[in-house]
């Protein structure tokens, strides 16, 4: 892990449009997710969050129906 001070990292932010663009992307990114997360936990029950993780384990280890 590394640290950036703060001023250079706003500097680098209001320098660097592109970087700054790319950054919000993948914040945003992260934040949907965590809200999905959210979500699910409070609002799905036990059976759908099981069936869930089911069909991510097979998404993730490739298998066949």
């Known amino acids: 892990m590394y640290f950036v001070p703060k001023k250079m990292f706003f500097n680098t932010l209001k320098s660097k449009p592109e ?5 919000l992307q993948i914040m945003s990114y992260y934040i949907k ?25 097979k998404d993730f280890f490739e298998l066949d129906e």
């Open 19 to 23: 970087f700054t663009f790319e950054l």
């Open 33 to 57: 997710q965590t809200d999905e997360k959210i979500f699910e936990m409070g609002q799905k029950t036990l059976e759908q969050r099981a069936a869930k993780l089911v069909l991510s384990m």
